[in-house]
């Protein structure tokens, strides 16, 4: 079974500026999830989509975080404008059914604004 | 505040058993308590989920006590491709609302 798949892999950009991730998550799994982790922290989960409707986005910076899942597979979140703590590690990943914490998780993206 | 507490960091030998403590007050009544294992640049890997009492699988066991408010990872005889970070993953129950909680990680070092 293919994983989670995320793109890019890293990203440098300056703050101010904008970023957009996509992740295309496991085939027939409803349930998907943006976390960002800081280098050395635990993920912190930012959105939950069920199929393409949002779940919870209560930790969502939404002043210039954004994140869509149009047709209910593959998803994209976009920062704009960057700010220098925004600077992580952001992963996607996918489950079944929502409340089971059986996530599989993508390899995520390295985003460094300088 | 809602959040869970796991120690920072842990040493070990190989062919040691590596028990992982994660503390959890708030947890919500009916949530799962789910434990992942992460490597460098990787993202989380799923190592086991339980309810309560005791989960065991081909690679670790879960041991939940009557109360739920702790959960303990146990990893029998260690090698060196265990050394990573373990988080502990549960939904907590708190002033905001539901909320579901990775912990700060253990990293785990294993010495030959």
């Known amino acids: 079974e293919a994983g989670v798949a995320q793109s890019p892999r890293y990203k440098i950009i300056e703050k101010r500026q904008s970023v957009a991730f996509w992740c295309n998550p496991i085939?027939?799994?409803?349930?998907l999830y943006w976390y960002q982790q800081i280098l050395g922290q635990g993920p912190k989960l930012l959105i939950q989509?069920?199929?393409?409707?949002?779940?919870?986005d209560s930790q969502l910076p939404k002043d210039r975080f954004s994140a869509e899942r149009l047709k209910g597979v593959d998803s994209t979140l976009k920062i704009q404008p960057a700010k220098l703590e925004d600077s992580a590690v952001y992963l996607c990943?996918?489950?079944?059914?929502?409340?089971?914490?059986?996530?599989?998780f993508g390899s995520g993206t390295r985003l460094t604004v300088v | 505040l809602a959040k869970t507490t796991q120690p920072i960091s842990m040493d070990s030998y190989e062919g040691q058993e590596v028990n992982i403590t994660c503390s959890h007050n708030?947890?919500?009544?009916?949530?799962?308590i789910t434990w992942y294992q992460q490597f460098p640049s990787q993202g989380p890997r799923f190592i086991i989920q339980?309810?309560?009492t005791k989960v065991t699988n081909e690679v670790a066991s879960l041991f939940i006590p009557a109360d739920r408010k702790s959960s303990t990872l146990s990893l029998p005889r260690v090698s060196l491709s265990d050394t990573a970070v373990y988080y502990c993953?549960?939904?907590?129950?708190?002033?905001?609302?539901?909320?579901?909680?990775f912990g700060a990680g253990t990293r785990l070092f294993v010495k030959a």
């Open positions: 990943a996918s489950s079944m059914v929502t409340g089971n914490y059986g996530y599989t």
């Open positions: 085939s027939g799994h409803a349930t």
């Open positions: 989509f069920q199929n393409n409707g949002v779940v919870d």
């Open positions: 708030n947890i919500a009544t009916n949530d799962y």
């Open positions: 339980g309810y309560k």
């Open positions: 993953l549960v939904g907590l129950q708190a002033a905001g609302g539901f909320k579901t909680i």
